[in-house]
């Protein structure tokens, strides 16, 4: 397989930066060949905190990851995210030349630049725009109103920005890591390609990717994404609470919240965790850790139905809801999903991928074997997957120049 021919993803999570290389597969779409992961320095909470940190640890898992790949990683898509991401839900419409003129790509590009403009802020910078609908002279439920006859074309269009100081700080850690940046995305979206299949998009399925410090929510209808939410906390938060409640530093509460792995309440279980607390070791009593996290559980899916409560789309998901991520794993996670959020709920596998024994992959790695998938489905199918529509090839140019000019400057 030439070189080209190799799409790399790095999730940059708060506690471990994952690696992953794939390729097109003969039985499947991914055919994973390498998948590293090292710890994460220099974030904290989703900002860099400390750029040398930041860089070092980028450049240690994408060796390990070449080395396991048997050649060069030069660029790779990666995730960002942080306390500053904000979503908009935009519309617009224009007034076509004559009452019943043949609506072109031109119109389309035209009604969507007005949806972007109202969501848009001089220092903020789009990261995605999901289109939400199109409307025909005031009918609804348009997919795609190229080729048809209106006076008037209607958008709604969902539009996700982080400032643009946060951008190019992340673009710039990556650069200095030696990797040339094809795509920064959330990590929501990023999942949602590696553990939803087609069917499950078009029937509509919702994505709750549970990381350390936010719980991103991807809506998927009609094949696309249409809209995404986020909880500002995640598994992290039930370490915080344990440390507290126990006088725990965080390192040994993370452990008990490990060794306990269950939100299921057992008023009858009388077992103890033993953890280590500097020289010497504590014991907490099973039954009150998994009663903390019990309420932490019911707070987390309390807020996700909550978000989902506001969105056109949470009745539209006939697939059910997914949940990912390593607190998803915990034992009862996946029923206090689905009695909170009125959905049925499954664990988020992998879909469409491969992968030879000598790579392990574990169920933390679906986000960066995401952005592997998505950035082969792209070269499957050029019109982009994430975006409104396709670029025209001299607005790839400009874009280019710009990315360009703002790493260097």
Same mark, same amino acid.
């Given at each position: 397989?030439? &070189?080209?021919?190799? $799409?790399?993803?790095? %999730?940059?999570?708060?506690?471990?930066?994952?690696?992953?290389?794939?390729?097109?597969?003969?039985?499947?779409?991914?055919?994973?060949?390498?998948?590293?992961? =090292?710890?994460?320095? @220099?974030?904290? !909470?989703?900002?860099?905190?400390?750029?040398?940190? /930041?860089?070092?640890?980028?450049?240690?898992?994408?060796?390990?990851?070449?080395?396991?790949?048997?050649? &060069?990683?030069? $660029?790779?898509?990666?995730?960002?995210?942080?306390?500053?991401?904000?979503?908009?839900?935009?519309?617009?419409?224009? +007034?076509?030349?004559?009452?019943?003129?043949?609506?072109?790509?031109?119109?389309?590009?035209?009604?969507?630049?007005?949806?972007?403009?109202?969501?848009?802020?001089?220092?903020? !910078?789009?990261?995605?725009?999901?289109?939400?609908?199109?409307?025909?002279? @005031?009918?609804?439920?348009? !997919?795609?109103?190229?080729?048809?006859?209106? #006076? *008037?074309?209607?958008?709604?269009?969902?539009?996700? +920005?982080?400032?643009?100081?946060?951008?190019?700080?992340?673009? *710039? =850690?990556?650069?200095?890591?030696?990797?040339?940046?094809?795509?920064?995305?959330?990590?929501?979206?990023? +999942?949602?390609?590696?553990?939803?299949?087609?069917?499950?998009?078009?029937?509509?399925?919702?994505?709750?990717?549970?990381?350390?410090?936010?719980?991103?929510?991807? /809506?998927?209808?009609?094949?696309?994404?249409?809209?995404?939410?986020?909880?500002?906390?995640?598994? %992290? !938060?039930?370490?915080?609470?344990?440390?507290?409640?126990?006088?725990?530093?965080?390192?040994?509460?993370?452990?008990?919240?490990?060794? /306990?792995?269950?939100?299921?309440?057992?008023?009858?279980?009388? %077992?103890?965790?033993?953890?280590?607390?500097?020289? #010497?070791?504590?014991?907490?009593?099973?039954?009150?850790? =998994?009663?903390?996290?019990?309420?932490?559980? &019911?707070?987390?899916?309390?807020?996700?139905?909550?978000?989902?409560?506001?969105?056109?789309?949470?009745?539209?998901?006939?697939? #059910?809801?997914?949940?990912?991520? #390593?607190? =998803?794993?915990?034992?009862?996670?996946?029923?206090?999903?689905?009695?909170? /959020?009125?959905?049925?709920? &499954?664990?988020?596998?992998?879909? @469409?991928?491969?992968?030879?024994?000598?790579?392990?992959?574990?169920?933390?790695?679906? +986000?960066?074997?995401?952005?592997?998938?998505?950035?082969?489905?792209?070269?499957?199918?050029?019109?982009?997957?994430?975006?409104?529509?396709?670029?025209?090839?001299?607005?790839?140019?400009?874009?280019?120049? *710009?990315?360009?000019?703002?790493?260097?400057?």
């Amino acid at each position: 397989m030439a &070189r080209n021919a190799l $799409a790399a993803g790095l %999730d940059i999570g708060t506690h471990q930066i994952t690696a992953a290389v794939g390729q097109p597969g003969i039985n499947q779409p991914v055919e994973l060949i390498a998948l590293k992961s =090292a710890p994460t320095l @220099g974030i904290e !909470r989703g900002v860099i905190v400390d750029l040398a940190d /930041c860089v070092d640890s980028i450049a240690r898992v994408i060796r390990q990851v070449e080395e396991q790949a048997g050649t &060069r990683i030069t $660029a790779a898509a990666a995730t960002i995210h942080g306390p500053n991401v904000r979503r908009h839900n935009a519309a617009a419409s224009i +007034t076509l030349n004559e009452s019943n003129t043949e609506i072109g790509r031109w119109d389309v590009e035209r009604v969507l630049a007005g949806c972007r403009s109202a969501a848009a802020s001089y220092d903020r !910078r789009i990261l995605h725009e999901f289109v939400q609908r199109f409307s025909v002279d @005031g009918q609804d439920g348009v !997919r795609n109103p190229v080729g048809l006859y209106g #006076g *008037k074309l209607e958008a709604a269009l969902h539009v996700v +920005t982080i400032p643009t100081s946060t951008y190019q700080s992340w673009r *710039k =850690a990556l650069n200095h890591a030696g990797v040339e940046v094809n795509h920064l995305m959330l990590p929501g979206p990023a +999942t949602s390609f590696a553990v939803l299949s087609e069917l499950d998009r078009e029937l509509g399925a919702i994505v709750v990717d549970i990381g350390g410090s936010h719980t991103d929510i991807v /809506c998927c209808v009609d094949g696309a994404i249409r809209e995404t939410l986020a909880v500002p906390w995640g598994g %992290d !938060r039930m370490t915080e609470r344990l440390a507290e409640k126990f006088e725990l530093p965080l390192s040994a509460a993370e452990q008990v919240k490990l060794q /306990c792995n269950s939100v299921e309440l057992h008023p009858d279980q009388e %077992d103890t965790i033993r953890v280590s607390v500097g020289q #010497g070791s504590r014991t907490v009593a099973q039954t009150q850790v =998994a009663a903390l996290l019990h309420e932490e559980a &019911r707070a987390l899916f309390s807020e996700v139905h909550q978000k989902l409560e506001g969105s056109h789309y949470f009745r539209e998901a006939s697939s #059910g809801l997914v949940a990912t991520g #390593g607190t =998803a794993l915990m034992e009862g996670m996946l029923e206090q999903a689905e009695a909170l /959020c009125n959905l049925p709920t &499954r664990l988020g596998v992998l879909r @469409g991928v491969t992968s030879p024994d000598r790579v392990s992959v574990t169920p933390n790695a679906s +986000t960066a074997i995401g952005l592997v998938s998505y950035q082969l489905s792209l070269r499957r199918t050029p019109a982009t997957t994430l975006g409104a529509s396709s670029p025209r090839p001299w607005g790839r140019f400009v874009q280019k120049a *710009k990315t360009l000019l703002e790493d260097y400057f």
